[in-house]
């Protein structure tokens, strides 16, 4: 009977995991004053103070991150870099 518990435990695992690839989350950055987008789950600890997401596109995100309130509009130049193109 343990045997099958911690293989649900370790098969709940790995399975949440994978479901966390592709996914996007708008993140708080109070040092810099900035929210940007992450591709991991972020952690709400000391300048992080907020996480919204996860969204299933970069473009997802990029939407709901002009809605936010609190983040200031995104530069062109910030746009490319996070798009990956110089």
């Known amino acids: 009977m343990k045997r099958l518990v911690v293989a649900a435990v370790l098969l709940l695992a790995s399975g949440t ?3 966390a690839d592709g996914l ?3 993140v708080g ?4 004053g900035k929210c940007t987008i992450v591709t991991s789950n972020p ?5 992080i103070w907020f996480g919204d ?3 299933k596109s970069r473009a997802d995100a990029k939407l ?8 200031p509009a995104a530069t062109p130049e910030e746009e490319k870099e996070e798009d990956g193109t110089n």
């Open 24 to 26: 996007f989350w708008v």
């Open 43 to 47: 952690v709400i600890i000391g300048d």
């Open 64 to 71: 709901a991150r002009s809605t936010i309130r609190v983040c």
């Open 53 to 55: 997401g996860p969204y």
């Open 17 to 19: 995991v994978s479901f």
């Open 29 to 32: 950055n109070r040092a810099t």
